[in-house]
């Protein structure tokens, strides 16, 4: 059984996405795009592909009007260093994502026009406000603790019985403070207590994995964060071990057996930042462009997992799930 569905959110007039036989760049222009990838490419993700058909949806066309500078970060500490080789090139525009990757950008230059996907741009200071952000950063704001918010009430209404959930983030990322404490706070309201569990870096999962297991955790959130991403099996084998329900905030768990994913459908904000590179380069200053919220959500539910674990997943649930993987 595979159902998809899209919950749609009303988008800024000022940004719907134009067709591409209006939207040809600028004759005999060639322009040098930065592409940051933050998580490397995967047999169901493949995010450079995504963002070049975002650029073809608007006439740009690889090796004939624009050469995109293209780099893979495989840890937050790659930032800083494959910014500045980039920010070398001359580039006319950055296009990158996640909270830490853009605060190192924003850093790196004030100049040049950067479109990013983050949790919560202005919470974490990167722009002034979604309408008019300011500076020289756009693009989309998944606002990430609203959605934790959602995964932890999915979690509650997938397994009623689980009172105490383990929530694995990472402090250095500055959008997951304010978002742990949102948790926190809504955590009585659907009857369970929250054990945070700090991740800086990948030695530290051994760790916080036992601390689950002595704390006796009911399940896992694990939200939407690169670290998580780039280590997604080593968290995946150790919910299977211990026969835990969780849940993920990044599609890309889906490929390694994870249970239930709840998430903003990247690819689809990845190729609308199409939308924005267009506009730049056409003349618009990134501060002026208001920056969008998701359009397309997903519900995936992995009953193949489910039976492995001994889980029973309530059928008002699958009835809502986009995908069910059996």
């Known amino acids: 059984m595979d ?82 080789d980039l920010l070398d090139r001359k580039l006319d525009i950055l296009v990158t994502w996640t909270t830490p990757a853009l605060v190192a950008a924003k850093k790196a230059t004030s100049t040049i026009p950067i479109v990013g996907i983050s949790g919560d741009p202005v919470q974490t200071g990167l722009v002034a406000s979604l309408a008019r952000p300011g500076g020289n950063i756009t693009g989309i704001a998944i606002l990430t603790d609203e959605l934790e918010l959602k995964n932890l009430q999915l979690l509650k209404e997938a397994f009623p019985g689980v009172t105490r959930v383990a929530v694995l983030w990472n402090p250095d990322n500055p959008v997951w403070p304010p978002a742990l404490k949102r ?19 990948p030695g530290d999962l051994e760790a916080v994995f036992a601390a689950a ?77 208001p920056i969008e919220q998701p359009t397309k959500f997903e519900l995936v539910i992995n009953l193949k997992t489910a039976k492995a674990l001994g889980l029973t997943i309530p059928r008002t649930l699958l009835l809502r799930a986009d995908q069910v993987i059996e």
Do not use: W
Not at 5 to 33: C, D, H, M, N, W
Not at 44 to 49: K, L, M, P, V
Not at 188 to 199: D, F, K, M, N, S
């Open 3 to 84: 159902r998809r569905r899209f919950l749609l959110t009303s988008l800024a007039g000022a940004l719907a996405a134009p067709l591409a036989a209006e939207a040809q760049p600028a004759s005999g222009k060639v322009y040098r795009i930065g592409f940051l990838q933050q998580t490397p490419n995967t047999p169901a993700f493949n995010y450079t592909e995504t963002f070049r058909q975002g650029l073809r949806d608007h006439g740009y066309v690889e090796g004939q009007n624009i050469v995109i500078e293209h780099r893979v970060s495989k840890t937050p500490k790659d930032n800083p260093a494959l910014l500045a």
């Open 183 to 201: 948790l926190q706070a809504a955590a009585p309201v659907l009857g369970v207590t929250i054990q945070p569990l700090a991740v800086r870096n």
């Open 213 to 289: 297991t002595k704390g006796n955790a009911g399940a896992l959130l694990v939200v939407r964060e690169q670290l998580f991403s780039l280590h997604r099996q080593q968290i995946v084998n150790f919910v299977t071990t211990h026969r835990l329900p969780a849940i993920y905030g990044a599609p890309i768990f889906v490929e390694v057996g994870g249970l239930i994913v709840y998430a903003a459908n990247f690819v689809d904000m990845l190729r609308r930042t199409g939308v924005y590179v267009d506009k730049i380069l056409k003349g618009a200053k990134p501060g002026d462009l």
